[in-house]
């Protein structure tokens, strides 16, 4: 039933929800004066990626069955999960430096980030 | 007198020749490490130690010079008892080789020390004089703030001047030449406080340059000639040490050493021309002439000359050599037209004067010629050219000293002319006598600067004549002894100079009677009113200095006193040279010059007869010049009468000409100086200011100012703008695979 109602994968589509992602994400980083908001930014960058993985593997494994080869897709899923774990790592690593800086400075805003260019 | 030097030879420690051959370094060793210590620590010495050093220096190069000449000449005792032939075929010299010291392709270039009799005449004279003339100068110098630097480079010039004296070759010679001329220059500009000293010294500096050049280009065309720049064959091959002339079937050959040097190569030369082997040398002798075997193993077919001037004879090159290394006895020796800088280098203190520009480093160019003469004997030519030059130069100084008004002026254009009158010796022949004449110049020039010196420093440091006058009671010692130094100067007979010059003289009339050559009479008469003309100034300077009334101002007259000890005892010994130096040692240059000086001269071919008249109207000739310029001065100077008035030379041309030094310096000034510093002017306005400066090093600068002026804009310290480089980079990179990949295929 649920299935029925879900619609047909379609690989393109999902590219293509992927780049938007990855392109809010690459405008968040560049345009955004606050590195809070930029390293969610590169979560969604990230995560943009994550998304190709996965679809690319999705479409793997729709290959596959009409192939009967089992183990295809496998790879695509496996980095979608290392991923997500070294972006956990990447998040708790941004988040304290940024709350050290913000301690040191009261500013988390990047136009003031500028002691080594003065 | 003989045996007492012998016995006074035998009390000292001498006689190893090898030890004292050895040990010939020290010589100019003990200079240069007083020159080492005044200089780098002469702050730290109080006056009194900075003086004992330098002269210790001295005394200890004077010291040890002495017992090497000792050595020197008892060796030569030893062996006159002998067999003769065995006293031939041995030069009588110190030599000694230190190592090799350039070595470029097939030439090479020791560096070693000879002392043979002609080098130990000259640093008799060198240490010698050099160690009175620091006793002196301790006393001079006495108030002066920079006594250890003026020690210092007293000591350097002597290191200098020995290194010139006893180098072995022209390399070594050529480091001394240039050492001394260095020395000059910092000596000259001594007080350069005064931009008209250091100017002096720069002049000084400049004309040598030219000599230099031209010493340079001579040592050169006898590399290329001969191959080596060694005078004699060094001491440590095996075998013949010089040439020798052997008889083998009947046939005379002549033997050169292994290795030999230039004065073996121009001795073999000679013989070879003489047995008539190279009858016409300029025609048939090529460079890198080889003699027949039969002849000579004499061959120069490995030297460069032959492969550069294929078309050359070694006659011509030799004649350019000699012209060549004539430019540079020039300059160094001051003979026109390069004696400009002399007069003034009268800049310097007086002991430099003495010691420097008047004693020793001057004459280091005749001691050059005197050195390579059997190279110079070669060349007819040049030798000519050496007599015109030294005889011109004895005139027209001489003329020019006779209306000058500073006392070490007059001193210093008569050292000119006595340069003029070496010359003149060297250029008919007599090269012994042109180093007699150096070293009884130097007792009595040496004498009349000190005495300069030391009424100058009566004076308060006056120097022009005018305001001289009377100082005959007040400076005794000093007056006596350049009396003494005048009538050496003046020719009076009997006295040191009146030896040599009247020699000089008689030599250049015998030439003329052996060749008949006009120029040769011209050249005496030149001398001879140049002898009357020495004179004549001479005694206007002792007139005008010591007779007559006093006409300082007040305020110097009061201080006039007579020097201390430290200056009058140099002034005495010097004195007593200048009496007895010629009659000493006037044989062992004329009679004795090839038996105990190793110079062979060109002897003049007359007869007995015509000797005697030659001589016989030389000596009335020298005598009338002599006594005449020294009467018809006093008759007019000597009652402090006629004190020189420049104004006369708005009447009279030729006071003109001669008070103004016959325009020289202004000829010089229009035809060199000022089209070179017009020149210089242009090219430093147009091309350095124009295009060096403007547009290829401002121009580079401000592009590159320009460039990254607008490049330091990216660098805009914001963490967003270097996230979107980051991004533009690889969105950048990513295009570029795309591209390779789908689109050039």
């Not at chain 2, 004549?465 to 009538?487: A, D, E, Q």
């Not at chain 2, 008070?659 to 089209?675: G, H, R, S, W």
Request: aromatic fraction near 12%; charged fraction near 15%; charge should be neutral.
């Amino acid at each position: 039933m649920v299935l029925a109602l879900m619609p047909q994968f379609n690989l393109l589509s999902c590219l293509l929800v992927a780049t938007l992602i990855f392109i809010i994400g690459a405008f968040g980083v560049v345009c955004r004066r606050n590195v809070l908001i930029m390293l969610i930014s590169i979560e969604l960058m990230l995560n943009a990626v994550n998304l190709v993985f996965a679809s690319f593997a999705r479409a793997h494994v729709n290959l596959a069955n009409e192939t009967h080869n089992s183990t295809a897709g496998e790879t695509g899923q496996l980095f979608a999960l290392f991923i997500i774990a070294i972006a956990a790592a990447e998040a708790a690593v941004g988040l304290a430096i940024v709350i050290t800086y913000f301690r040191n400075r009261e500013t988390v805003d990047t136009r003031d980030m500028k002691a080594m260019s003065q | 007198m003989h045996g007492l030097i012998d016995t006074l030879f035998h009390l000292l420690p001498i006689g190893d020749r090898s030890f004292y051959e050895r040990s010939l370094f020290l010589i100019p060793l003990f200079p240069f490490i007083g020159f080492l210590l005044n200089g780098l620590f002469g702050s730290k010495f109080s006056k009194k130690e900075s003086s004992w050093i330098g002269i210790l220096g001295a005394f200890a190069a004077f010291t040890w010079a002495f017992l090497c000449v000792a050595t020197l000449n008892v060796g030569t005792g030893a062996k006159e008892g002998m067999s003769a032939s065995l006293s031939e075929d041995t030069r009588n010299a110190l030599h000694v080789v230190y190592g090799t010291w350039i070595h470029v392709g097939d030439f090479s270039c020791s560096f070693g020390m000879l002392l043979d009799p002609l080098s130990s005449v000259m640093i008799m004279i060198v240490t010698g004089i050099g160690t009175l003339i620091h006793i002196y100068s301790a006393g001079y110098m006495a108030h002066d703030e920079g006594l250890a630097r003026f020690f210092a480079y007293l000591n350097l010039f002597l290191f200098a001047m020995i290194l010139l004296v006893l180098g072995d070759n022209l390399i070594v010679l050529f480091v001394g030449w240039e050492g001394v001329g260095l020395c000059s220059y910092l000596l000259i500009g001594f007080w350069y406080e005064d931009s008209k000293n250091a100017a002096a010294g720069m002049k000084a500096f400049v004309v040598n340059r030219i000599g230099d050049l031209g010493f340079l280009l001579g040592i050169f065309t006898l590399i290329a000639v001969f191959g080596t720049v060694n005078f004699v064959a060094s001491p440590k091959r095996v075998g013949v040490h010089h040439v020798t002339k052997q008889t083998c079937l009947e046939q005379e050959k002549v033997e050169v050493p292994r290795g030999a040097g230039l004065l073996d190569y121009a001795e073999a030369l000679r013989l070879l021309r003489k047995n008539g082997n190279i009858t016409e040398e300029r025609a048939s002798a090529p460079l890198g002439f080889k003699a027949p075997e039969n002849i000579s193993n004499l061959d120069l077919s490995h030297t460069m000359g032959s492969k550069i001037f294929t078309e050359w004879s070694i006659g011509m090159a030799l004649t350019l050599a000699c012209a060549l290394l004539f430019v540079g006895a020039m300059g160094k020796s001051a003979q026109i037209p390069l004696y400009v800088w002399l007069p003034d280098a009268m800049a310097g203190p007086t002991p430099v004067s003495a010691l420097i520009h008047a004693a020793t480093m001057v004459t280091a160019g005749v001691y050059m010629v005197c050195r390579l003469h059997s190279i110079f004997s070669l060349s007819e030519e040049v030798l000519r050219m050496v007599a015109i030059v030294g005889g011109c130069t004895s005139l027209f100084s001489a003329l020019i000293g006779l209306t000058q008004l500073d006392i070490k002026k007059v001193l210093a254009y008569s050292t000119v002319s006595q340069l003029g009158y070496m010359f003149l010796g060297l250029g008919v022949g007599a090269f012994s006598l042109g180093i007699f004449h150096v070293l009884t110049h130097a007792f009595f020039k040496a004498l009349l600067f000190l005495g300069a010196g030391s009424v100058i420093h009566a004076m308060s440091g006056e120097q022009d004549m005018r305001y001289m006058g009377g100082l005959r009671s007040k400076l005794p010692k000093t007056f006596w002894t350049m009396v003494i130094g005048g009538v050496a100067l003046a020719g009076v007979p009997g006295f040191a100079g009146w030896w040599s010059k009247d020699e000089i003289l008689a030599e250049t009339l015998l030439r003329y009677g052996d060749s008949h050559q006009t120029i040769y009479l011209v050249l005496y008469i030149f001398a001879a009113v140049g002898a009357f003309c020495t004179a004549f100034y001479t005694c206007r300077l002792i007139c005008l200095t010591f007779l007559g009334e006093n006409r300082a101002k007040d305020e110097v007259k009061a201080h006039i006193h007579e020097s201390p000890p430290s200056m009058t005892i140099p002034l005495i010994v010097l004195a007593a040279f200048s009496v007895v130096g010629g009659v000493i040692w006037h044989v062992a240059f004329t009679a004795g010059a090839e038996s105990q000086l190793g110079i062979r001269n060109i002897e003049a071919v007359v007869s007995a007869e015509e000797h005697h008249h030659i001589h016989l109207i030389n000596t009335a000739a020298t005598l009338m010049a002599a006594f005449g310029g020294i009467g018809l001065a006093f008759f007019r100077y000597g009652k402090g009468k006629n004190i020189p008035d420049p104004e006369r030379a708005k009447t009279n041309i030729f006071y003109r000409l001669s008070l103004n030094k016959f325009y020289v310096d202004e000829t010089y000034n229009a035809l060199i100086i000022m089209p070179f510093t017009i020149i210089s002017e242009l090219t430093h306005w147009v091309v350095d200011v124009g295009i060096i400066d403007s547009i290829v090093v401002r121009g580079t600068a401000k592009m590159v100012s320009a460039f990254s002026g607008q490049l330091r804009r990216v660098q805009t310290g914001l963490l967003n703008s270097y996230a979107s480089f980051m991004m533009y980079g690889a969105a950048g990179v990513l295009f570029y695979l795309l591209a390779k990949a789908y689109l050039i295929k």
